[in-house]
């Protein structure tokens, strides 16, 4: 099995030297976008207080016009974003001539200004010299600034000072040898974290031992480093190796992107043909996005939050009663894989008499002799489950997602089921979509958890804020019913 190249270990090293704040790649944009905005805002003021002075020797009746100018910048920067005119690419483009679409742009927000204007029957209210001196100066300074900006922006990424999104790069020997930090950085917005060289196939169908090894070493780079995307580098001809390691990829949360190859790139290089440099294909891409993912995180903040404080009494009688009622601790904890299969403490009230957390993990059955006393009135009223919501406000859960397991369960489960691995593309939960549905407690029957992965996965695809907050109330009546909880 091949591992990371040779020269990762000084890719690392160079990286790791670079302290300090970084800027977010995705971040160039919107501050190109910004201070466009602001040299519109400038020309506005400038330009109407040096017509006033020239025209009327004095400085009246300003305010009207100094509307137009946030009016004119919101404009300019909605276009430009539908016109890739902030495409950070183009702004490391040093060829690139920006002038003219600068004045073409700036030509039609002059036109809808107009139309505006009309339409609303306020053309009297502004001086038109003042109009004309600010549509004229605009776009001089506009192009003035790019030029600047892009000193800039190109400055700071030459410097080391942009962070683009942390990818482990998986691809073949050659492929990766043709992609430099540079070129990653400034083409795709991709910072590497570490590469790992697949190994040369010999053909098939299937993927071989050392394919399948390197495949799972990716992934666990990936976790480790804290990776946001896998992204792979090779020949667009060898599609036996892209469906493969694409097919491996599934079990992995992460997107996945296929970059263009070096025959693809030196197409992309000429100015012959008209290929972006951004070309890439997203072929996985992650089950939430962003936004959702903050959304999801602040309802399960809110949500432990005022969880802990409403079950506070509850928990502190439970646990007095807990340490009555037999010898042990309080809390029972138990290793999990949560998302991205990465492993984390679960807390429960201890609720038996053993504390198994290893190879070997005997699930509670009915009437399992093991319980407590009190540790069966926890588990059928699923009090003990309670002191999960630390681990929501710790990020290790979520208040709904797929019930985690334990480790030797995974294990299991994972060879016996191809997409119980699929669990693990959310952060598991204090209830979930599979509990509502009855399929909760003991698995006696792989067909019982394969139910179980059903639900798990639809929710995963279908997952929305409504869906949660479905799930929770129908988490509520399901207690009622205490279905399969012991």
Request: aromatic content about 8%.
């Amino acid at each position: 099995m091949e591992g990371p190249i040779d020269n990762a270990p000084l890719i690392e090293d160079r990286q790791d030297r670079r302290v300090g704040v970084k800027i977010p790649y995705s971040a160039l944009a919107h501050l190109v976008a910004s201070f466009d905005a602001a040299v519109i805002l400038f020309a506005s003021v400038v330009g109407t207080e040096l017509y006033q002075i020239l025209a009327n020797s004095g400085l009246d009746h300003l305010e009207p016009m100094f509307g137009i100018g946030p009016v004119a910048a919101l404009l300019y920067v909605l276009i430009g974003y539908s016109t890739g005119l902030y495409d950070v690419r183009a702004a490391l483009a040093k060829k690139q001539r920006d002038a003219g679409r600068i004045f073409a742009q700036w030509t039609l927000v002059i036109l809808l200004l107009t139309s505006l204007a009309f339409l609303m029957k306020s053309g009297a209210v502004y001086s038109r010299g003042s109009v004309i001196c600010f549509s004229l100066l605009a776009p001089l300074l506009l192009v003035g600034c790019r030029r600047f900006a892009k000193r800039i922006v190109a400055g700071v990424v030459a410097d080391g000072q942009v962070e683009g999104q942390r990818a482990v790069l998986l691809g073949t020997s050659e492929e990766l040898a043709a992609l430099g930090l540079a070129e990653l950085l400034e083409k795709f917005g991709l910072t590497e974290v570490e590469r790992v060289a697949f190994p040369a196939g010999r053909g098939g169908f299937a993927m071989s031992a050392g394919e399948a090894a390197t495949l799972e070493h990716a992934i666990a780079v990936a976790r480790i480093r804290g990776a946001e995307a896998i992204v792979l580098a090779f020949p667009w001809s060898d599609t036996r190796k892209v469906e493969l390691v694409r097919d491996g990829l599934r079990i992995s949360p992460l997107p996945v992107r296929l970059l263009p190859d070096r025959r693809i790139r030196s197409l992309a290089g000429n100015p012959s043909f008209r290929l972006q440099n951004s070309l890439s294909v997203e072929i996985q891409r992650g089950p939430l996005s962003r936004a959702e993912q903050a959304s999801k995180r602040l309802l399960d903040v809110v949500g432990a939050l005022v969880g802990l404080v409403v079950f506070a009494p509850l928990m502190i009688l439970s646990a007095i009663v807990v340490k009555l009622d037999s010898p042990g601790p309080v809390f029972f904890r138990q290793k999990r894989n949560g998302f991205n299969a990465k492993e984390f403490s679960i807390f429960k009230f201890r609720t038996m008499t053993v504390m198994e957390d290893g190879a070997t993990v005997v699930q509670a059955k009915r009437f399992d002799p093991r319980c407590t006393r009190f540790g069966r009135l926890l588990r059928r009223s699923s009090i003990d489950e309670v002191p999960q919501l630390i681990n929501v406000l710790m990020g290790d859960m979520s208040l709904v997602g797929p019930r985690p397991h334990a480790l030797a369960h995974d294990s299991h489960y994972g060879r016996l089921l191809s997409e119980y691995a699929f669990r693990h593309h959310v952060k598991p939960g204090i209830t979930g979509w599979a509990q509502v549905k009855g399929y909760r407690g003991e698995t006696a029957l792989v067909e019982q958890m394969k139910g179980r992965i059903d639900c798990d996965l639809w929710y995963i695809n279908n997952w929305s804020l409504a869906l949660d907050f479905k799930v929770l109330l129908l988490t509520c009546l399901e207690l009622t019913n205490r279905r399969n909880a012991y």
